[in-house]
C-alpha cells in the first residue's frame, strides 16, 4: 500500500501543493486489475464506468488483455465516449432521454457501439417513439438492445435482498420481453444481463450476527440465481443468439464467472478499492484513491479542522456512507460535526500533532463519486507524478 506519510513529499517535490487534490496510485490500480481478471478465471471483464468516470484511466484499462467494453450508466455517457473511440457499451440502465435516443439513432458509428439496457414495453416503445421521424441514413442499422433479468433473492413471500431493478424474473416473462423486442423491426435484441448486487455489492467480513447472516444469504441465493439464470439464457437463446450475457460485479466475479450461461462479467469499484471495499471476506482489494485536505484550523486543544472533507457516499444513510480517515493514524470524525461541506474537524490523539497546512487524507465510501468533486485525478506511479488524469467533470461534463 502506498506510504501515505512521504506522499506529501512526493507531491511537494513534483510541485503539487494545493489541496484539496485526488491522487490516483496507478500501481494499486495495476494490481487491482492483475487480482480481478484472475478471479474471473477467463471471463472477459467489462468496466463499470460509474466506478471510475475518468476516461483516460477506462483507455488504460481497456488497453489490457481480458478487458473488453464498458459498461456505462447513462445514455449521454455511452454517446461521448464512443466519439472518443469506444467501440463496445453496454448502457447498464435504461434510458427515456430522448435527445440521447436520436443521436444514437443517426449515428452509424454509435448504432455499431451501443447497447441500451430494457425490461419492459413501454421502453422499446418509447426508443422507437423517440426516434420514429428520423430518416434512414445509417445503412439499415438497428437499436441494439438488451434485456435484465432480475436475480435479486427472494426465498418466501415477502422476503427480498437485492436491488429493485428489473421487473422481469421467470423465463417466461424474458421470453415474452424478448419477444416484443424482436417483433420491432427498427430494434435487434443482441444480449441479456442479470446483476447479483446482493451478492457482488454487500460486504460480508464482519464477525458478527449481522455478517453471519450475510454469508448464509449468499451462500443459499448463488444456487438459484445459477439455475434461473441458466433457464433464462436458454430459452431467449431459443429466439435470439444473443451475443453476451454480463453478470456479477467485483464482489461476485468468481462465482458468476464459473456459470456456463455468462460469457462476460462486469467490475468497477474492485480497481479503485474504496472504504466499503474494506469488509468482504473473499477479496481486499488495493486502496488505490487518495483524497487529501489542508488542516487550516485549531479551534481547541486535540482538535484540528480541515477544509472541506464531506464526501458522503450514496445509498441508505449511515456511519459507513462517511469517508475513510487514512492518515495519520488517530484520528476521528468529531460526532457533533462528522465531515462537512466546507470544514471537516478531527479529533484524537494525532490530531494535536497536526498544524496549519498539514494533509489530513481520506478514502471515498465509494469509487466513482469523488470525480464528482474533482476536475482531475493526479496519477502517481512508483515516485513519479504524472500528468493529471481529467475527470468527467473536469472535461466539463456531468451525467448523473
Do not use: C
Not at 480481478?36 to 488504460?60: E, H, N
Not at 464498458?70 to 440502465?93: C, K, M, Q, S
Not at 445459477?226 to 436458454?234: D, P, T
Amino acid at each position: 500500500m502506498r506510504d501515505l506519510a512521504g506522499l506529501d513529499g512526493l507531491l511537494a517535490r513534483a510541485g503539487w501543493s494545493e489541496r484539496p487534490l485526488a491522487v490516483l496510485d496507478l500501481d494499486a490500480v495495476d494490481a487491482n486489475a492483475d487480482d480481478l481478471l484472475r478471479r474471473a478465471g477467463g471471463t472477459p471483464v467489462r468496466i463499470a464506468s460509474k466506478s471510475l468516470r475518468v476516461r483516460g484511466l477506462l483507455d488504460r484499462l481497456l488497453a489490457r488483455p481480458g478487458i473488453a467494453g464498458i459498461l456505462a450508466f447513462t445514455l449521454p455517457e455511452a454517446l461521448w465516449l464512443v466519439a472518443h473511440g469506444a467501440r463496445d457499451v453496454l448502457v447498464a440502465y435504461p434510458t427515456a432521454e430522448r435527445g440521447a435516443l436520436r443521436r444514437l439513432a443517426a449515428s452509424p458509428e454509435a448504432l455499431d457501439a451501443i447497447t441500451l439496457m430494457v425490461d419492459e414495453t413501454a421502453q422499446l416503445d418509447l426508443i422507437l417513439d423517440a426516434t420514429a421521424d428520423l430518416p434512414p441514413r445509417t445503412g439499415g442499422r438497428r437499436i441494439r438492445v438488451a434485456l435484465e433479468l432480475d436475480v435479486s433473492y427472494a426465498p418466501l413471500p415477502g422476503i427480498r435482498f437485492g436491488a429493485l431493478r428489473s421487473p422481469v424474473r421467470t423465463a417466461g416473462q424474458a421470453v415474452d420481453l424478448a419477444r416484443a423486442a424482436l417483433a420491432r423491426p427498427r430494434l435487434q435484441l443482441v444480449g441479456l444481463m442479470a446483476y447479483e448486487g446482493h451478492i457482488a455489492g454487500v460486504t460480508d467480513a464482519a464477525p458478527t450476527p449481522y455478517g453471519a447472516a450475510v454469508r448464509a444469504m449468499k451462500r443459499l441465493s448463488r444456487p438459484e440465481i445459477a439455475a434461473r439464470r441458466a433457464e433464462v439464457v436458454a430459452a431467449v437463446r431459443a429466439l435470439a443468439p444473443l451475443e453476451f450475457v454480463n453478470a456479477g460485479g467485483t464482489g461476485s466475479l468468481e462465482s458468476s464467472a464459473a456459470e456456463e450461461a455468462v460469457t462476460e462479467v462486469a467490475a468497477g469499484s474492485g480497481l479503485i478499492g474504496p472504504g466499503l471495499f474494506d469488509r468482504y471476506r473473499g477479496f481486499s482489494p488495493q486502496p488505490a484513491l487518495w483524497l487529501g485536505t489542508s488542516v487550516v484550523r485549531r479551534p481547541a486543544p486535540g482538535v484540528a479542522t480541515a477544509l472541506g472533507g464531506g464526501w458522503i457516499a450514496s445509498g441508505p444513510p449511515g456511519t459507513d456512507r462517511l469517508p475513510t480517515i487514512a492518515h495519520p493514524p488517530g484520528l476521528a470524525f468529531a460526532p457533533q460535526e462528522a465531515a462537512g461541506e466546507v470544514q471537516t474537524p478531527v479529533i484524537g490523539p494525532a490530531a494535536e500533532d497536526l498544524r496549519v497546512g498539514d494533509t489530513v487524507w481520506l478514502r471515498h465510501a465509494k469509487a466513482g463519486e469523488p470525480a464528482e468533486h474533482f476536475s482531475h485525478y493526479l496519477p502517481v506511479q512508483g515516485e513519479q507524478v504524472l500528468d493529471p488524469m481529467p475527470t468527467y467533470r473536469g472535461e466539463g461534463l456531468t451525467f448523473l
